[in-house]
């Protein structure tokens, strides 16, 4: 052996094919396979529409069936973009290359495509034509026969085609076994289909869609299929960006677009390092192709129509594919000890916030589940979208001495509770939110029902339940002296009837004369009593009676009589082809003097007529049990009672602070040494480091107080908190005896939101309900910020 032959000048480093079996052992779920080559489709189609207007884009995935599945069946992913030349299809599917730029792009042929059909199965082909071509060409990467012969080389295989044919197919095939046995599973293929209408949400959707907020949250309109069957985005249901809440005497838009310009950048195509200034050449990579790009962070924050318990929170996107969804990490703060504490939601464990941002600019792991959270882009989106100080405004003028004014902070204190009512946008039934019923429309909206693509039904529920709890609007006013003086003066439209939209007495017609009488027939009866009645809004449903499912609905009237056989009914009942009509009247004696709710009484008088047509066996009570348990929202627990009690004692707490910070040493010296002391105990349990003496000096100690301290003020100085300054009963107006009055109603509601606090809980219904009334009640009292 020669010298040189012992010393070689290089060493030849090209990897065994084994290598690229070895990837496949990267952990990526079925749909995460299918998504790296529909990256590289959707790129494709997003840039040949931009340059063929005509084309309809198109991408198939098909996939065997649980019945069909074998280790010899295919999974392929096609697409009607404009195919690859033979150089192309090289760059495309050598491993560790890209045909791609590092920016601007879903896909990155290269690794990402070998990954993840080496996850899928050992053979892979990719077939690929041009329009005018006149044939397919098609590589067949099979990894077992290139591990045999220790070569990257890989077989084209020819094939004449339509010239006007044109795109790209990859099929994969000997699938690995954890596949088949995945597709092997009946809900497979709906999952798959679920899962890239979550991830593609973007690029599938309508920008021109029916549904609420279409055109605010945006989409390319691009079609996917899976086994034929077109895959549907996963449109989130928000209100519609014109509605709006009061807050802080503005109004706060349901849904706002989010648009933050930044300085253009320079980036390397090749690694994805970002610099400030130009460089020739990477100093990671040491790449020349660095270039200038625009960066900017958009997109949207909204309120759902319903709130849920884990449906909710943003999507994060690079290039319009849903990194994350549900992301709630913009609702948690990091205090200056380093801390973590989880500011929404804060009612029940229910939120309802959601949005998207589009970071395009931000880097990602190799596998696409998430963003660099450590990157100075993603902090910087953090600093612009959710800022850096408590969502909580008093939180954050008690640590910083200035709020929150970040977009976040906004959507956070305009809707982070829900109560039922146009207030917080939220369907309720008069009585309680009705959030299954409120779940169960938007599901229907998910499926695509026309009924429900808009806001209407949730915002009419949130509409009746504000009617059917404050009652029906007044009458309008009768005719004044100053009516009767413009009417002398010839002015009569200008009166108080022509404000309320009726004419005036010189523009009303003349009675026309008096028809001849008839008996009014029963459709006239109930026509007459729904021109007066507003639908309980979670009663439009079906509901099972014994064995028979009928549409059920109840309507609340006001100012019509409801007659039976010529005697006023507290409800009458119409049931015609399998439809219940309920008609209860707001002014019958168990609503008006004992509080029952117009579902009760429906209920309750009800029963006997239906258990009787839908031959129900069992009792009227097992009957009226049978479809309250089809109302959930209905039900009152102990939970829910505390739940609702302590939003109103830090509602209570965040309104006082405002009024102590005023003049503290008075709040203070009003309050006993019991409620001192438990102030003080309970701020050095929830903030060790509080300055309590500073506290006290400028009123922050409102803040740890209990329910003690605030009924201490409102017994000793209730010139302090009544008459609108934390609560609107009018006190100083009032004789002393009045007064007295007054100090102790709101006492006793406060002795009772002690008691929802601090009490065991409790487990008897109408007692539960008692508190829940109270807490109403409470509510209504307190001066909203």
């Excluded at 409801?562 to 082809?577: E, F, N």
């Amino acid at each position: 052996m020669t010298e040189t032959e012992t010393r070689p000048g290089t060493l030849n480093l090209t990897p065994s094919p084994r290598i690229l079996e070895m990837i496949a052992e990267v952990d990526l779920q079925l749909h995460q396979c299918l998504c790296e080559l529909i990256d590289n489709c959707l790129d494709e189609l997003v840039e040949a529409t931009r340059v063929d207007e005509t084309l309809e884009p198109r991408i198939d995935v098909t996939l065997p069936t649980a019945g069909k599945v074998n280790r010899g069946a295919k999974v392929v992913v096609s697409d009607n973009g404009r195919g690859m030349s033979p150089a192309e299809l090289r760059y495309a599917l050598s491993a560790g290359t890209s045909g791609k730029q590092r920016f601007g792009s879903l896909g990155l042929f290269g690794m990402g495509f070998n990954i993840a059909t080496a996850r899928l199965g050992t053979v892979t082909e990719v077939r690929s034509g041009r329009r005018g071509d006149d044939h397919w060409i098609t590589a067949t990467i099979d990894l077992r026969e290139m591990q045999r012969r220790s070569s990257y080389e890989v077989p084209l295989r020819y094939e004449r085609k339509d010239p006007d044919e044109h795109g790209t197919l990859v099929s994969v095939t000997n699938l690995r076994d954890d596949v088949v046995v995945k597709l092997k599973s009946a809900s497979s293929i709906r999952e798959v289909s679920r899962n890239l209408g979550r991830i593609y949400t973007y690029m599938l959707r309508d920008p021109d869609g029916p549904h609420s907020g279409a055109q605010l949250m945006g989409g390319l309109n691009q079609r996917l299929y899976v086994n034929s069957r077109q895959v549907p985005p996963l449109v989130p249901c928000i209100w519609d960006p014109t509605r709006s809440v009061m807050y802080k005497a503005a109004e706060a838009p349901a849904a706002k677009q989010i648009h933050v310009p930044l300085t253009n950048a320079f980036a390397c195509m090749n690694c994805g390092r970002w610099y400030t200034s130009r460089y020739d050449r990477c100093v990671d990579c040491e790449s020349t192709e660095i270039q200038e790009r625009e960066r900017r962070i958009v997109g949207w924050l909204g309120v759902q129509r319903f709130a849920d318990k884990s449906d909710f929170g943003l999507t994060f996107l690079r290039s319009g594919r849903a990194i994350t969804t549900r992301d709630r990490s913009l609702f948690d703060w990091e205090g200056p000890d380093g801390d973590i504490e989880l500011e929404y939601p804060i009612e029940l464990g229910m939120g309802r916030i959601v949005g998207e941002i589009h970071l395009d600019h931000a880097p990602v792991n190799v596998r696409k589940t998430n963003f660099d959270t450590s990157s100075p882009e993603w902090r910087y989106m953090v600093e612009k979208v959710r800022g850096d100080l408590p969502l909580r405004p008093q939180l954050a003028k008690r640590l910083f001495n200035r709020e929150n004014d970040s977009p976040m902070s906004r959507f956070f204190n305009a809707f982070r509770e829900n109560k039922p009512g146009l207030r917080y946008l939220m369907p309720g039934n008069g009585s309680t939110a009705i959030h299954n019923e409120a779940k169960r429309w938007a599901q229907k909206f998910r499926s695509g029902d026309p009924e429900y693509q808009t806001d209407d039904k949730w915002y009419e529920a949130a509409a009746d339940h504000d009617r059917v709890k404050n009652g029906p609007p007044p009458e309008p006013a009768p005719p004044s002296d100053e009516d009767d003086w413009l009417t002398g003066e010839g002015l009569g439209h200008l009166g108080t009837g022509a404000a309320d939209g009726h004419s005036s007495s010189q523009d009303q017609k003349q009675p026309e004369p008096a028809a001849e009488t008839r008996p009014e027939t029963e459709d006239q009866r109930f026509a007459r009593y729904r021109e007066h009645a507003t639908l309980l809004p979670d009663t439009d449903r079906e509901v099972r009676l014994g064995t028979a499912q009928a549409v059920f609905r109840v309507y609340v009237t006001s100012g019509v009589e409801l007659l039976k056989d010529g005697h006023r009914q507290p409800a009458v009942v119409r049931i015609v082809a399998g439809e219940v009509e309920i008609y209860v009247d707001s002014d019958t004696t168990l609503i008006a003097r004992y509080g029952w709710s117009p579902l009760n009484v429906a209920l309750v008088c009800a029963a006997p007529q239906l258990k009787s047509v839908y031959s129900v066996s069992g009792s009227i009570d097992g009957l009226v049990t049978s479809i309250l348990e089809q109302f959930p929202d209905r039900r009152v627990d102990s939970s829910a009672v505390r739940s609702r009690a302590e939003m109103l004692l830090e509602g209570l707490r965040d309104r006082l602070a405002d009024l102590t910070s005023k003049d503290a040493a008075t709040f203070w010296s009003a309050l006993s040494g019991q409620s001192k002391r438990a102030a003080e105990s309970y701020a050095i349990a929830v903030a060790p480091d509080v300055d309590w003496k500073a506290a006290v000096e400028n009123g922050e100690f409102a803040r740890y107080l209990g329910v003690e301290g605030v009924l201490d003020l409102v017994t000793s100085g209730p010139e302090l908190v009544l008459d609108g300054g934390l609560f609107r009963t009018t006190y100083a107006a009032l004789g002393e005896e009045t007064q007295a009055d007054q100090v102790a109603r709101v006492s006793a509601f406060l002795t009772d939101l002690k008691r929802m606090v601090m009490g065991p809980p409790l487990q008897n219904t109408l007692e539960l309900s008692r508190l829940l009334l109270t807490a109403d009640l409470l509510d209504a009292e307190i001066v909203q910020a």
